[in-house]
Every structure is written in structure tokens, then in C-alpha cells.
């Protein structure tokens, strides 16, 4: 249920506010941490928390992140900016899947042959569409180039079930509570646990063992959940061993019932 997060800028680890990131600007940090990527790696393999995503936000971050996946070989997806043409070395280093957002997006739609072309080089069991969402009119949209660009794809039971037959798993983050400890998007929680047909890890906005035990009663144990700015790993109040022992504690309930 709890997938971690190693989030990458400029080769550190950071936790920034969702939508902040543009070539212009500095997006707005909420976090910076001393300890390299794969102090997170190599803690997150000894807590048997396997899925969890490395994200590489802008360049400068291969390193690192080469560094993370060594210390939990097949433990840990990578996203930011893959492509057919580096998919396969990413894999080669140690991530278990990689994920993709914009390669898949051009001028606003799905590009379905760059999306077959990825299946084709690493498989659809090897592959994380990021569906990252804003709010606009009412409905959810994929957000693309660092979430700053909405696309035409709404994120509904449709487009998540046709989207379904062409990667294992979706990861959402919930961009406009992203990074600000407010509180998850209920209405974005309860569509996906209604609608995903494969494994969802959702992202954004959770602060407290509360939220965690509020996500897991509204997705009834259909989705994962991704803890970041909020954990006191990342300069937050959310102690990250509580919500491990929490994770256990709802696993074996998940376990119990079925």
C-alpha cells in the first residue's frame, strides 16, 4: 500500500510544491536533504517497501539516481524523461519499471504510436504511465512537461480503462494539492478506486496516520499511496517509521479479509 518516493533536482533530494517547476523560474521547495539518494534506496529495500519511484526533475540528476537503484536493484521505478532510446539502460541499472508522462503526450493527445513504441522496447509489465492530473472545468486532465501543460486527455473510467491494457501500473499524483499538506482529493480517490483496472499508486496532499487511515477506507485497499513532503524524512511532522508500522498493521487487515 505505501510505495516511498526519492524526488531528484539538481542531484539532491528535495520535495517540491506541485506545479512549481518551469524553465523560467526556481520552483519552491519545501525540502532539501543532506542524505544521498541512496541512503533513501538502501532504508526503503531493509523496510521491504518495494515500488516505490525515483523522479528526476530537470538534468542533472542521472547520478543520483544510478546511485538509488543500485542500492535496491528491482525495488524502485525511475521517471523523468525516459524514452524508447533510454528506457532499456534504465532498466539495466537496477529500476523495476520506468515511467513515462510526456513522450506519450505531443501537442496535447496521446501519442499512440510513441506509446506502442515504448511497449515494444520494454514491455507492457515494465511500464508506469504517469497520469498526473490538474482540475479544469470540472473535470481531471493529464498534465504534462513538469505539469505545467494540460493535454486533451481527461482522466475518467474511460481513457483509465483503455490506458489499462497498455502498462502495469498508473502513477497519479493529484497536482493541485501536491506538496502542500492539505489533505488528500477525495473526489480524484474515489475515481480512481473506482475505475483503475490495474494497480494505481496515488500521490498528493497527505499529512497525517489520519489521512493514511481515511485514504484506506475510501479506496477500500484498491490503491497505493505515496507519503512525501509530509514524512519527517522530507523535513515533515508524519514520523515515516508510524506509517511503515501503519502500513503493516493495514496490510495484514487487507490480508485478513480476503
Given amino acids: 500500500?505505501?510505495?516511498?518516493?526519492?524526488?531528484?533536482?539538481?542531484g539532491r533530494v528535495k520535495q517540491i510544491v506541485g506545479g512549481t517547476y518551469r524553465d523560467d523560474t526556481k520552483p519552491l521547495t519545501r525540502f532539501e536533504s543532506e542524505r544521498p539518494a541512496a541512503e533513501f534506496a538502501e532504508?526503503?529495500?531493509?523496510?521491504?517497501?518495494?515500488?516505490?519511484?525515483?523522479?528526476?526533475?530537470g538534468p542533472g540528476n542521472e547520478e543520483a539516481a544510478r546511485a538509488a537503484l543500485q542500492a535496491f536493484p528491482g525495488g524502485l521505478q525511475i521517471g523523468g524523461g525516459?524514452?524508447?532510446?533510454?528506457?532499456?539502460?534504465?532498466?539495466?541499472?537496477?529500476?523495476?519499471?520506468?515511467i513515462v508522462t510526456s513522450y506519450v503526450f505531443r501537442e496535447g493527445m496521446i501519442d499512440r504510436d510513441r506509446l506502442q513504441r515504448l511497449i515494444e522496447t520494454v514491455g507492457r509489465s515494465r511500464l508506469v504511465l504517469d497520469l498526473s492530473c490538474r482540475k479544469r472545468d470540472g473535470h481531471y486532465?493529464?498534465?504534462?512537461?513538469?505539469?505545467?501543460?494540460?493535454?486533451?486527455?481527461?482522466?475518467?473510467?474511460?481513457?483509465?480503462l483503455s490506458l489499462g491494457h497498455c502498462a502495469d501500473e498508473f502513477l497519479i499524483h493529484s497536482v493541485d494539492v501536491e506538496g502542500k499538506q492539505e489533505g488528500f482529493d477525495g473526489e480524484l480517490l474515489s475515481l480512481l478506486a473506482a475505475a483503475s483496472p490495474i494497480p494505481t499508486t496515488y500521490a498528493g496532499g497527505v499529512r497525517s496516520l489520519d489521512d493514511v487511515r481515511a485514504f484506506w477506507r475510501m479506496c477500500r485497499g484498491r490503491l497505493d499511496l505515496t507519503v512525501g513532503?509530509?514524512?519527517?524524512?522530507?523535513?515533515?511532522?508524519?514520523?515515516?517509521?508510524?506509517?511503515?508500522?501503519?502500513d503493516r498493521e493495514l496490510d495484514k487487515r487487507k490480508s485478513r479479509a480476503l
Avoid at 43 to 57: A, E, K, T
Avoid at 141 to 160: A, I
Avoid at 229 to 246: E, K, M, N, T
Fill in 1 to 10: 500500500m505505501f510505495r516511498p518516493c526519492i524526488d531528484l533536482h539538481e
Fill in 43 to 57: 532504508m526503503y529495500r531493509r523496510d521491504g517497501l518495494r515500488g516505490g519511484h525515483v523522479i528526476m526533475i
Fill in 82 to 98: 525516459i524514452t524508447p532510446e533510454n528506457a532499456a539502460a534504465w532498466l539495466d541499472a537496477g529500476a523495476s519499471h520506468v
Fill in 141 to 160: 486532465y493529464v498534465v504534462t512537461n513538469r505539469w505545467q501543460k494540460f493535454s486533451n486527455t481527461r482522466v475518467n473510467h474511460e481513457s483509465l
Fill in 229 to 246: 513532503s509530509a514524512l519527517d524524512l522530507f523535513g515533515g511532522s508524519l514520523p515515516y517509521r508510524d506509517v511503515v508500522a501503519l
